[in-house]
């Protein structure tokens, strides 16, 4: 074969690639149960979008918050759909670093739960389409309580929650009163920390963003909390995190939970559920306020502002959110694993109902939830259980740590929050929120 | 001419593994001196010392350090102590020997996170743990490992993971041990124990040597077991330097501190290393 030939094939080769080529979206997306189903019926997505091929990339939570900050920090460009949390979204949203979000009339954009969408906008701008919320709410055993003669009501206290808890205690027996997060981490032990201080009136920071560590809420709170788990809880709390204590409430050991709303789902399977047909629900305890007891959470999917498949990206997210996707999941696998917390359309579908009991608890909490407007005093950062700034993190582990510490008798609670309070003051002075 | 021919065909691969060596460094010694926040990609400026300044101040630092050299002095112990017992033990030919090899070998290849879940949940929860378990059978109150102990479980996690590793250098070592010379010396009326110190360990000397370096390596990073188990422990009970540069700035996303933390990471390796070739090298020859 002569070169002027070889050359023809070659051209001819790379422009039937070129004029072929599909628009390649990759997702960067979290390891839970419902991503992963949705990469199952990413089939009938690309049926309905011939030109469009989605690629997943699959990572734990925490590994992908660090590759999906580093991407859009530095504009790398790897992903044009990350999956990002209501932590990330206001943000990243002000940076300028999100894709505004415009979905069509067919999408209903109204129909999302409002709490969820405000905690995923900025100035009323959409970022993130969620497609997992959850809030928080009290799980309890009923048949124990039934048995020391209590009837909680659905807005308890945490006195009535305690005086509960000192009823149906009982370690001989293997029955815990009360089981709490207590595992250092600004997700772990941090998220129910900062919500049992709000509605003791507290907040991380006051309107000059100096942390507030040591105030009277704070104090209140986690004497309460120390004294609470310690008396009422199990052994090796401190290294206690949401796996931990699923395992221990599906083996009957807990009498009461206050976790993420999803849990509910979990604990009355009866395939994983040794007490599925027991548990009751009730909404998160309150103390002074009502105001940020109960958290509220999203996974949500966003474009980065530097993508170059803008356009496939927002038919995709609106596909993977949408009130139709939800019905697929329903119909392929099952309305119990439907993603919950996002539509009110799902919670008026009588299958979905059916099949989740916690539906209606679960709805009244992130009903309630307003990640706008959390703290009884006046806070200058969004959030209910953190804070939206890139600090928090650091903080946050930071604090939680001293936390665990106080629960594990290392160090007294006002010596853990005066350390938390040095390290909150050492990040914000160094990130420059203050001289 | 003709020692230039030499040097001239080495140089490529002489120059390709300095550059890799190099590029990192200097960029890394350069990030340690500016501000680098991820993000905060505005503000990028020479601050000096500052952000070593800013890491050393830690109230953690002096406990991170010397959780750190803990670590390294309890396992590289176990491990060496442990995996020469081991390799004696298993020296000996005896049936089913290379089945007890292969078990004895497995837990190296265990990635280091399921390692710490397992540990954590199956044998040290106090409730339902297999420790737990016996405790309480044998009428004694169960231990909190994580909360009471938490160095000592990281430790034990981490030690029962790089035993076989010390146990297949030394049971390879063992396979050159001169067998003449052992019987020579058992004929000769040598108790075990004057086998051991005698023979032995003094044929095992240099493969310890190669042990405690690349644990030292290794095990000054460890970070896996602690992130998912205790989370830098009560406190910071079991936070060693590498978690500490995790905490203070990974989680930030601040290049800066990162930066000039693992720089006084390596300071700290160096010295270590340089106080381990005193001791090991001086009993090499």
Redesign the interface.
């Known amino acids: 074969m002569n070169l002027r030939s070889a050359f023809a094939l070659a051209f001819g080769l790379a422009v039937a690639g070129v004029s072929n080529a599909a628009t390649e979206l990759v997702i960067a997306t979290v390891n839970n149960g419902h991503m992963i189903e949705m990469q199952k019926l990413t089939k009938f997505f690309e049926q309905a979008n011939p030109d469009i091929k989605v690629k997943w990339v699959t990572l734990e939570e925490?590994v992908l918050r660090?590759r999906v900050?580093?991407d859009i920090?530095?504009k790398g460009g790897q992903f044009d759909i990350m999956t990002i949390g209501m932590y990330e979204t206001p943000?990243w949203g002000k940076k300028g670093w999100l894709q505004e979000l415009k979905p069509d009339a067919a999408y209903d954009v109204d129909d999302l739960l409002p709490s969820i969408r405000q905690g995923l906008s900025v100035d009323g701008k959409l970022y993130a389409a969620p497609f997992y919320g959850e809030s928080s709410m009290l799980m309890y055993r009923k048949d124990l309580a039934d048995k020391a003669g209590v009837k909680l009501s659905d807005h308890p206290t945490w006195a009535q929650v305690k005086d509960l808890a000192a009823k149906i205690h009982n370690p001989q027996a293997g029955v815990y009163g009360i089981c709490l997060r207590g595992?250092?981490?600004w997700g772990?032990n941090m998220a129910f920390l900062t919500t049992l201080v709000n509605t003791n009136g507290g907040q991380w920071f006051d309107m000059s963003w100096k942390p507030q560590l040591e105030s009277k809420p704070w104090k209140d709170a986690i004497n309460f909390y120390v004294d609470l788990l310690n008396k009422y809880g199990?052994?090796?709390?401190?290294?206690n995190s949401f796996n931990?204590i699923l395992?221990?409430y599906n083996?009957g050991?807990c009498g009461m939970w206050v976790d993420a709303t999803i849990a509910a789902s979990f604990i009355t399977d009866p395939k994983q559920s040794k007490v599925a047909d027991k548990v009751g629900f009730a909404q998160a305890p309150v103390a002074v306020t009502p105001k940020g007891a109960n958290w509220l959470w999203a996974w949500a999917l966003a474009i980065p502002a530097g993508s170059k498949n803008q356009e496939a990206a927002q038919k995709f997210i609106a596909w993977a959110t949408s009130k139709d996707y939800v019905k697929l999941v329903g119909k392929e696998t099952g309305w119990g694993s439907v993603p919950t917390g996002t539509r009110k359309s799902t919670y008026t579908n009588p299958d979905f109902l059916k099949a989740a009991k916690f539906a209606d608890a679960e709805k009244k909490a992130i009903d309630s939830a307003n990640p706008n407007d959390s703290t009884l005093p006046k806070s200058p950062y969004v959030g209910v259980q953190y804070a939206a700034i890139?600090?928090f993190?650091?903080i946050g582990?930071?604090v939680?740590?001293?936390m665990?510490?106080a629960?594990?008798g290392?160090?007294s609670v006002d010596q853990?929050l005066k350390?938390s309070e040095?390290?909150a003051d050492?990040?914000m002075k160094?990130?420059g929120y203050y001289k | 001419m003709n020692r230039f021919l030499p040097r001239a065909l080495l140089a490529p691969a002489v120059v390709t593994l300095f550059l890799w060596m190099i590029v990192p460094l200097l960029m890394t010694i350069y990030f340690s001196v500016i501000r680098y926040n991820l993000m905060q990609p505005g503000e990028v400026g020479f601050i000096g010392l500052e952000n070593y300044q800013y890491f050393l101040t830690d109230p953690s630092f002096g406990t991170a350090i010397v959780n750190t050299l803990m670590l390294l002095a309890s396992v590289i112990a176990i491990t060496v102590i442990g995996g020469v017992a081991l390799a004696l033990l298993i020296d000996e030919p005896f049936p089913g020997r290379a089945l007890v090899r292969v078990l004895l070998i497995s837990p190296f290849f265990v990635m280091p996170t399921v390692n710490a879940l397992l540990w954590k949940h199956m044998m040290m929860n106090p409730i339902y743990g297999v420790f737990a378990q016996v405790s309480r059978f044998l009428g004694v109150q169960p231990v909190d490992w994580m909360t009471d102990l938490p160095l000592f479980s990281v430790i034990l996690m981490v030690a029962w993971q790089w035993l076989p590793f010390a146990t297949l250098i030394f049971v390879t070592a063992l396979q050159s041990m001169n067998r003449e010379q052992l019987e020579a010396a058992r004929m000769d009326g040598a108790t075990y124990l004057q086998q051991l110190r005698y023979l032995y360990v003094p044929h095992l000397g240099r493969s310890i040597a190669v042990v405690i370096m690349i644990e030292m390596i290794f095990l000054m990073s460890i970070f896996a077991e602690i992130y998912t188990t205790t989370g830098g422990g009560p406190g910071d009970a079991s936070t060693n330097l590498a978690f500490l540069i995790f905490k203070q700035a990974l989680l930030n996303f601040d290049a800066g501190v990162a930066s000039a933390g693992a720089l006084l990471a390596i300071v700290l390796a160096n010295i270590v290393a340089i106080f381990l070739i005193r001791m090991i090298g001086k009993n090499l020859d």
């Open positions: 925490g660090q900050t580093t920090a530095t943000i595992k250092p981490g772990d199990p052994p090796g709390s401190s290294a931990e395992a221990l083996e050991k890139p600090e993190q650091a582990i930071a939680g740590q001293q665990s510490a629960l594990a290392k160090v853990a350390t040095n390290a050492r990040e160094k990130a």
